[in-house]
């Protein structure tokens, strides 16, 4: 999978940077924009080409146990993502990794249950990945790379409408391929324990699954390494963030929410 994204990103950039050059010539004209619904539908092509590619678990007490602890926190969401039609794949592949993805869209690799070892750190994991989606990154980031390379402005005045529909796809496949910022990061930190908290998850495992994503020495892939945001910042902002958490979390057990998913 990793050789087919390089792939992809390759070619893309090479497309965005003929685009950047002919930008130089053109003044302003309007920039046709990445939309969610472009990006959801570039992610389930995407979501369903990773099922072609990498193993599926066939564990049903793993499948379960991820299953439990993703719908325990989709049922923290509000509308429009509490009423996605989620769809949970296992892969049962080493790579310390998980994601979400736009149109709700969950994809955990087995490899990430040796660093998320209780249910409360992969409702960590997962509370941070449905932040990304609730919070638009995807999109944020195809829109920033369309409009920052210059490509938008070149489609819309020079190549006509197929072509633009051509670079808004491009756009949204980059959006969806390259690593989030560090803002973007620390804002799904931040929403992601709100909703480990409220779905009764402990929110102070989360420094713990830091911590020993930190020591993880397998090389995780860009969304899971420690440099972005470093991992202490994060601890640090994390152990911030607490004492509110807490407080949610408190809240949440009291309400009856008190997931058993395992392991
Ligand atoms: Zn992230």
Not at 147 to 157: F, H, L, M
Request: proline share 5%; net charge negative.
């Amino acid at each position: 999978m990793g050789g087919t994204i390089i792939v992809m990103i390759t070619r893309t950039i090479r497309i965005l940077s003929v685009g950047a050059l002919a930008a130089l010539t053109l003044a302003s004209c309007s920039l046709p924009l990445v939309s969610e619904r472009e990006i959801a539908i570039q992610a389930d092509e995407q979501f369903e080409q990773m099922r072609a590619q990498t193993p599926i678990s066939t564990d049903p007490d793993v499948r379960n146990y991820v299953d439990c602890v993703a719908h325990a926190i989709i049922a923290t969401l509000e509308p429009p993502y509490s009423e996605l039609d989620w769809d949970i794949e296992v892969f049962d592949d080493d790579t310390v990794n998980a994601f979400a993805m736009p149109g709700g869209k969950i994809g955990v690799y087995t490899g990430i249950l040796s660093v998320a070892k209780n249910q409360d750190q992969l409702g960590a994991v997962l509370g941070h990945e449905i932040a990304h989606v609730t919070q638009h990154h995807s999109v944020e980031r195809a829109n920033r790379t369309l409009t920052t390379q210059g490509v938008a402005a070149v489609a819309g005045a020079a190549l006509g409408g197929g072509a633009t529909g051509d670079l808004v796809q491009q756009g949204a496949q980059l959006g969806l391929l390259l690593p989030y910022g560090r803002s973007q990061e620390s804002e799904a930190d931040r929403i992601g324990l709100d909703y480990m908290a409220d779905a009764g998850f402990d929110p102070r495992q989360s420094v713990k699954l830091w911590k020993n994503m930190a020591e993880n020495d397998k090389g995780a892939p860009p969304e899971f390494l420690s440099t972005h945001p470093s991992s202490d910042t994060r601890i640090q902002d994390l152990i911030r963030e607490l004492p509110e958490s807490l407080v949610r979390y408190n809240a949440a057990k009291e309400a009856g929410k008190n997931p058993h998913c395992g392991p």
